[in-house]
Every structure is written in C-alpha cells, then in structure tokens.
Nanobody, 127 residues
Framework: QVQLVESGGGLVQPGGSLRLSCAAS????????IGWFRQAPGKEREGVSC???????SHADSVKGRFTVSRDNANNVVYLQMNDLKSEDSAVYYC?????????????????????WGQGTQVTVSS
C-alpha cells in the first residue's frame, strides 16, 4: 500500500505563500487520486483540494482562487500551492490517496473516499 509523506509546512505571515508536498512511496502515483485536507484544533477534518488521475481539480469554496493543486507523476509528488494565506488557514494539513484504480473519475474532498493518509504537516499563519 502506498505511503504518503507531507512536507513544506511552517510559519508564514498573512498574505504569504507556502507550497506543500506530498511524496508517495510507490512509483505508480498516477493510479491514485490525491486529496488535501486540514484540521484545526477543535474542528473536524475538512477537504481543501483534490486532484484526479487525469489532472482535474476541485477546491473548497474557502480556498478557491488562492490554492492550486498539481501532480508530478514522474516524481511521485503532489503539490498544494497556497497563496494569500489567512489566519483561518492555520491547521495541520494532510494528503490522502484513493486507489489504486484504473478508472478515471472526478476527485472528491470527502474524507471517507480516501484510504491512505500521511502524517500531516503544520501550517501556521500569523503575524
């Protein structure tokens, strides 16, 4: 089963940017849909962005226009580019994988659709 490792979190000022990476342990990442989720203290884990096998993406309304997700299947990495960060973006960010599958379909931002999770990386937006 694929293993995922997130990196790139840290402390950033409001309005700043961060790029998170989700590295997969296997060389067949192109058979997986990947989702990005976040969980703030005292809140439920929520979907942020996802990318399908064929590269279509979906974003939560709260991050549309600010976050983009991309994948580099050759290097088994998925990225979450976060711009214009706000204090409410502070959370532990997780990537998750749904698959492997031969089917091409749209990705979802629902936690229940993903089987494999990374350990998370902390993002703190503060001045």
């Amino acid at each position: 089963q694929v293993q995922l490792v997130e990196s790139g979190g840290g402390l950033v000022q409001p309005g700043g940017s961060l790029r998170l990476s989700c590295a997969a342990s296997e060389s067949n990442l192109d058979y997986y849909q990947i989702g990005w989720f976040r969980q703030a203290p005292g809140k439920e884990r929520e979907g942020v962005s996802c990318i399908s096998r064929h590269g279509s993406t979906s974003h939560a309304d709260s991050v549309k226009g600010r976050f983009t997700v991309s994948r580099d299947n050759a290097n088994n990495v998925v990225y979450l580019q976060m711009n214009d960060l706000k204090s409410e973006d502070s959370a532990v960010y997780y990537c998750a994988a749904d698959g492997p599958s031969l089917i091409y379909r749209r990705c979802t931002n629902s936690t229940g659709d993903y089987e494999t999770w990374g350990q998370g990386t902390q993002v703190t937006v503060s001045s």
